[in-house]
């Protein structure tokens, strides 16, 4: 028998977790929305605390931003209830909620300068003007800007131009910011720049943001939790650490990172790629781990990492990561080999275990 060790069992979809706070910045309750025949939103619950970064990850079609919407009063909810600290908005339009929203299409007035860009919202609310610079010339410092509020947005590169939507947004001080892939029309450098500047940025205003994206690695790099969504639901809701480490349901496992589910003495269980260890002739694997044989049919080089496709006996592939500490050697060594691959039983984790006559089979 496969020894996988004995972690919690998924034999149903979870519930989804509330976050833990009394009065959530943001909670909602069965809320429903369909276009005809699609089910865009299926009876979402959600609680999102106060200052908490907040992602919803999900494949095109999963209902992420339609959600989005929802709770920015864009859309009506079918059915269920939306409240924005403690206030039931459900009915009431965008502009008498309490948040703001931060596009991918940064939406900047050409004809206005940084400055007057990032002061419209205060100024439409009838802010003094002494009172409004002062907070937009804070909003630049924030987001690293300074000394850039006279130009126009033609005059920025792409990561600017976000910065200032950004510091727009941010300078209403809302209870919610809401962000639909704001840095999905950036390169992958400044990207992957960006995700630490807006974790920054979260931090030191203490603003609740809820961030939507399809990209595993700003949802893992960025959220204190994250909701996993497919098909209008929620999936799993919980720490970035936790959702991958303990997916709750296969296309948990499958969405986020790589993951290589196996069925072994009827337990359907993941092992992820980097805890499995790969052994070419002559190594012996440590006491404890549970060992398979295959073939290495790929290797992909992919910088920090390779990346091995192996065939195992028994038919199915596992992918194996290692790490490149040293330099890497051609990939003809190894593709064709046999090999054995090995892991520890406390690094899988159970989807389920097969039913016999009632009782979990062991």
């Known amino acids: 028998m496969v020894e996988i060790g004995s972690p ?7 519930p989804v977790q509330a976050a833990a706070a009394e009065r959530p910045a943001l909670r909602l309750e069965q809320v429903r929305k369909s276009y005809g025949q699609v089910l865009a939103v299926a009876g979402v619950d959600l609680a999102v605390a106060e200052g908490e970064f907040f992602t919803l990850l999900g494949p095109s ?25 403690g206030q039931d908005v459900t009915s009431l339009p965008p502009y008498l909620r309490d948040t703001n929203t931060v596009f991918q299409d940064y939406a900047l007035f050409p004809h206005m300068s940084v400055a007057e860009n990032i002061g419209y919202g205060l100024r439409v609310k009838g802010v003094a003007r002494g009172s409004r610079g002062e907070r937009v010339d804070r909003a630049l410092r924030m987001v690293r800007l300074e000394g850039l509020g006279h130009r126009r947005p033609n005059q920025l590169s792409g990561g600017q131009r976000q910065r200032v939507a950004l510091a727009r947004a941010i300078v209403n001080e809302p209870e919610v910011l809401l962000l639909d892939e704001p840095l999905g029309a950036l390169d992958l450098k400044l990207r992957q720049e960006m995700q630490l500047e807006l974790k920054r940025i979260q931090k030191e205003v203490g603003i609740t943001f809820v961030y939507v994206t399809h990209d595993q690695e700003e949802a893992l790099t960025m959220s204190d939790r994250m909701a996993v969504m497919t098909l209008g639901r929620i999936e ?5 650490v936790e959702v991958y480490e303990r997916p709750a349901t296969e296309f948990v496992a499958g969405f986020i990172g790589i993951s290589n589910v196996l069925e ?12 499995v260890r790969m052994l070419v002739a002559g190594e012996r694997p440590a006491a404890g781990l549970h060992t398979e044989s295959g073939t290495v049919d790929q290797v992909v080089y992919v910088g920090v990492t390779t990346r091995y496709l192996v065939r195992l006996d028994r038919g199915e592939e596992l992918v194996v990561v290692r790490q490149n500490v040293e330099a890497a050697g ?6 064709g080999k046999r090999v054995q691959l090995a892991w520890a039983p406390e690094h899988t984790f ?5 039913k016999n006559g009632g009782q979990e089979q062991r």
């Open 236 to 240: 799993q809701v919980g720490p970035p």
């Open 330 to 335: 051609p990939a003809g060594w190894v593709e």
């Open 350 to 354: 159970v989807l389920e275990r097969a």
């Open 264 to 275: 072994r003495d009827g337990v359907r269980f993941v092992v992820r790629p980097e805890k």
């Open 61 to 85: 079609g999963s209902g992420k931003t339609t959600l989005l919407r929802l709770i920015a009063g864009f859309e009506r909810p079918d059915q269920g209830r939306i409240e924005l600290g």
């Open 8 to 14: 919690k069992v998924n034999d149903a979809r979870p």
